[in-house]
């Protein structure tokens, strides 16, 4: 029996990015996202999750870094306003691409960076923080729902016909 890995989230640094971490970022997002997309030589959305750049220009990209300065996850945070908002009602906050580089997953990392989100808003005065979630992601659900999101069927939704998403909530 293998000893369990040990918790990271005491260690972690979450800072927003910089310019420094957006290539990093981007990697650790793909490969976090590598088990649910195509062949990223054909996958147009292995782009967008490689573009740390442009998500922390038009949204904020948050990190979690190891006290070594290693980037071990990322999340984009969607304020009022963002073009990275999907299903977010004006008085909610949005999260996308919460990303926990595979080395790192299952320590800890993703739920500090969703605990950020969720401080963050509720400092916003959001009502609620809204996500959308591919179908099989259960890792990242069972993590939502230890977080107190709730599933909600009426907002899922298919940006792609092959691409079904569905969505969670978590009142603040």
């Given amino acids: ?10 260690d972690l640094v979450l800072r927003r ?19 649910f997309i195509g062949d990223p030589a054909h996958d147009d959305y292995v782009a967008r999750l490689e573009d740390a750049a442009s998500r922390d220009h038009d949204a904020e990209l948050w990190v979690a870094t190891s006290a070594a300065d290693e980037l ?5 945070i969607c304020p009022p306003g963002s073009r990275w908002r999907e299903i977010a009602t004006d008085d909610e906050g949005e999260f996308r691409m919460l990303a ?6 299952g320590r800890g990392v993703g739920r500090a960076l969703v605990e950020l989100v969720l401080d963050r808003f509720r400092t916003d005065g959001a009502s609620a923080v809204a996500l959308s979630s ?6 990242a ?5 230890r977080l107190g999101f709730t599933r909600m069927p009426d907002r899922d939704w298919r940006p792609l016909p092959e691409v079904d998403l569905i969505a969670f909530r978590k009142e603040l």
Avoid: I, K
């Fill in 141 to 145: 659900h069972r993590l939502y729902e």
């Fill in 17 to 35: 990015a910089t310019q420094a971490d957006y290539l990093s970022a981007g990697a650790v997002t793909v490969a976090a996202y590598q088990p």
């Fill in 134 to 139: 591919l179908r099989e992601m259960s890792d």
């Fill in 72 to 76: 071990l996850g990322c999340v984009t």
């Fill in 1 to 10: 029996m293998s000893e369990p890995m040990p918790d990271l989230a005491d």
């Fill in 100 to 105: 926990v580089a595979p080395t790192a997953q």
